[in-house]
């Protein structure tokens, strides 16, 4: 069983930065690929940024490609969303997950995902 936890939330100025973390407890998260997700009040989780288990391949939601980069450090076990430029519509529960069944690739979809952290709010501010 893998324990997600993340950290990192707050209240940030629009067009300034944010740096989230998700800490993994449990196992090794090394081979899963590793997914960011946001659910904004009365909308449904969207997919935001996705990372393969080297950290070699990476894919973003186009609203926030460009202005947040998904990383991740297999030694710490834990999986970073950056997150700059940062504007009102990335009000949002931010949420990590891993998905044990991919290590190469990486799905977009939240029901192909395993295990999921507790979510950390992001609030920007104008």
């Known amino acids: 069983q893998v324990q997600l936890v993340e950290s990192g939330g707050g209240l940030a100025q629009a067009g300034g930065p944010l740096r989230l973390s998700c800490a993994a407890s449990g196992r090794t998260i090394s081979s899963y690929a590793m997914g960011w997700f946001r659910q904004a009040p009365g909308k449904e989780r969207e997919f935001v940024a996705a990372?393969?288990?080297?950290?070699?391949?990476?894919f973003y939601a186009d609203a926030v490609k460009g202005r947040f980069t998904i990383s991740r450090d297999n030694a710490k076990n834990t999986v970073y969303l950056q997150m700059n430029s940062l504007k009102l519509e990335d009000t949002a529960v931010y949420y990590c997950?891993?998905?044990?069944?991919?290590?190469?690739?990486?799905?977009?979809?939240?029901?192909?995902?395993?295990?999921w952290g507790q979510g950390t709010q992001v609030t920007v501010s104008s």
């Open positions: 990372i393969n288990w080297s950290g070699g391949s990476t």
């Open positions: 997950a891993a998905d044990r069944s991919r290590s190469t690739s990486y799905s977009v979809r939240p029901n192909e995902y395993d295990y």
